[in-house]
């Protein structure tokens, strides 16, 4: 039986997902997991008995990453699962980027009460929301993940031209893309080509405020700027001054702060990106699926952490999570040979710093081999799958 603690409401469909051999709450004591969406587990003490957390969503900045790691404690995300849902969002933004609906709706609110004059004086205060089309205008994406090349796609369909940045752009995200999607090769080339720029990248200490005063000088004047991405990728006091000045005509954002609350030419959307049924339903059960996949085989599948790792499992199995340092491998498998032990099946792999290492074993071994494995200097937690 596996203890699962819940710190934010899991849709029933993903719960499902994790079978009979789970006992999941909200006031679990010793969790072999834990699934959260937005809850913050910052200044929570992490129980020794935790082995992964599941965030269901993207964004992971509410998990402490570092103390996980020390613990050996796998952190998975669910990218994708909300992708549709952004995206959607998004492109309404895009459109009221433009088109000053938000606005005009809330001028025409003004009018009631005033009979049969309301007809025509729409007619004659209309013109106060011009706004242009998006069709032939360049859009910038700045990160090509799920969501961006989502967007991206979609942005195309609607007669828009497209360039897109992203360093790390993956050869499966590639394949996601129209072929008529320009690659830029620096962040300035996008700032200089776009009349829209929309943000889908992670917040980090390298992107935090990563649009400035700076950047800001490098794009056109009246470019629309959408983020939907993290609040903090966006400096919001030199977006005060650009939008007073007018080098943006509009910024439209999904993370409200007083500061931005009280600008002009602002659309701010109550964090609104994945609250659909749909997404938080895709979310959950990926949630689930990543967690009970690794309790029950080791397996590891979209871990902010550690790297992807997976084996199907014949007999029993040693995991250990460890630093990515020289001699490990050789490590394990001398304490495992010791005990006359015969390695069946071993995958190695790594992500930066840290390490992970499978090894199915083809006869009986104890407990005792774990703690055993736990005092090699770089492992973090080791496990014996049975």
Request: one cysteine or more; aromatic letters at 4%; glycine letters at 8%.
């Amino acid at each position: 039986m596996y203890n699962v603690l819940t710190l934010n409401k899991i849709a029933n469909c993903g719960i499902e997902k994790l079978g009979e051999n789970y006992a999941v709450s909200d006031d679990c004591k010793n969790p072999d997991g834990i699934i959260l969406r937005s809850f913050s587990m910052h200044e929570m003490e992490l129980p020794e008995s935790l082995k992964c957390v599941a965030r269901a969503g993207a964004g992971v900045n509410n998990i402490p990453i570092d103390a996980c790691t020390e613990k050996g404690i796998v952190v998975f995300n669910t990218p994708g699962a909300n992708a549709n849902a952004v995206k959607e969002l998004v492109i309404l933004g895009l459109l009221l980027a433009s088109r000053k609906v938000v606005n005009g709706i809330e001028w025409a609110k003004t009018l009631s009460g005033k009979g049969a004059e309301v007809e025509k004086l729409v007619e004659k205060g209309k013109g106060s929301y011009v706004g242009p089309e998006i069709a032939g205008k360049t859009l910038g994406v700045i990160g090509l993940g799920a969501i961006g090349a989502m967007v991206a796609n979609t942005a195309i369909s609607l007669g828009m031209n497209v360039v897109g940045y992203d360093p790390y752009l993956t050869v499966e995200s590639a394949w996601r893309l129209k072929s008529n999607i320009r690659h830029a090769n620096s962040l300035d080339e996008v700032y200089e080509a776009s009349d829209y720029i929309t943000l889908h990248i992670p917040a980090t200490d390298t992107t935090a405020g990563m649009i400035n005063s700076e950047s800001f000088a490098k794009m056109k004047t009246g470019v629309r700027i959408l983020n939907f991405a993290r609040g903090t990728l966006v400096n919001d006091a030199h977006m005060a001054v650009a939008l007073e000045e007018g080098k943006v005509a509009c910024y439209v954002t999904d993370f409200p702060t007083d500061a931005v609350l009280s600008m002009e030419n602002v659309v701010a959307i109550p964090h609104l990106g994945a609250s659909t049924p749909e997404s938080e339903d895709n979310c959950a059960v990926m949630a689930a699926k990543e967690l009970k996949d690794y309790l029950e085989n080791g397996n590891i599948k979209n871990s902010v952490n550690f790297p992807n790792c997976d084996m199907p499992k014949c007999g029993a199995r040693i995991t250990v999570t460890h630093k990515n340092i020289p001699s490990m491998l050789a490590n394990l498998s001398k304490i495992v040979s010791d005990k006359g032990i015969n390695i069946a099946n071993m995958l190695n792999k790594s992500k930066k710093e840290n390490a992970y290492t499978m090894m199915d074993i083809d006869s009986d071994v104890d407990e005792s081999i774990i703690d055993v494995i736990c005092e090699v200097e770089g492992v973090y937690s080791a496990r014996l799958i049975k």
